[in-house]
């Protein structure tokens, strides 16, 4: 009677040790950072992605201030050793290589690399603004690169340190944008710890 008894215990710590077994191994889900939910296994498409690039932040929070919703003085920014973001923009390519925020300015630092004849390179990064997808372009609206004045690049040529900025309400992380064009990637902006931005593809889970 002892040995059923024990025998019946013995299956039944089994059966559940098994469940336990089965879902750290097999188990999936999701996780949050700054308010944002994603994959546990991310998709990054056709754009190249780099989460744990980024340097030592740039500035620091003001005195009391956790996070950016608390401090509109706070100094928040990041660069990346590679680009966070790089997307197709005609035969050109546009990346992102630093970001930052001081009070309601976010701005971007990015490189752009023409293509193999001159022609303009459009700035369609955009800011969505809200639920009903609205956009609002940067300031300024357009590059302007110093061999041509205007927009034109080069053939083959480099720019680095084109700035494009965003007025945003510092309370309100993470930051939805666009590179718009035909690529139409859409990413976030979240803070990281040290005072630092981060480059996000949104989710696509419940």
């Not at 790089?86 to 970001?99: C, D, L, R, V």
């Amino acid at each position: 009677m002892y040995m059923k008894t024990a025998l019946i215990f013995l299956w039944s710590m089994a059966v559940v040790l098994g469940v336990f077994a089965y879902f750290a191994v097999f188990g999936t889900g999701s996780y949050a950072v700054m308010g944002s939910s994603l994959s546990a296994n991310p998709v990054f498409a056709t754009s190249t992605f780099a989460l744990a690039t980024t340097t030592a932040p740039t500035g620091t929070a003001a005195a009391g201030g956790s996070a950016a919703a608390s401090s509109s003085s706070a100094t928040w920014g990041s660069t990346f050793s590679t680009p966070a973001l790089t997307w197709p923009e005609g035969q050109a390519k546009i990346s992102i290589m630093g970001a930052s925020l001081q009070g309601s300015q976010l701005s971007f630092s990015l490189s752009v690399q023409a293509g193999p004849s001159l022609a303009c390179v459009p700035l369609n990064l955009r800011l969505v603004t809200d639920e009903e997808g609205d956009v609002e372009p940067p300031d300024p609206a357009s590059f302007t690169f110093p061999d041509s004045g205007n927009c034109n690049a080069a053939p083959g040529g480099t720019y680095d340190n084109q700035t494009a900025t965003f007025t945003v309400d510092p309370t309100a992380f993470p930051f939805l944008l666009t590179t718009g064009g035909a690529s139409s990637i859409y990413f976030e902006i979240s803070t990281t710890t040290g005072n630092g931005l981060a480059v996000y593809f949104p989710s696509t889970s419940g």
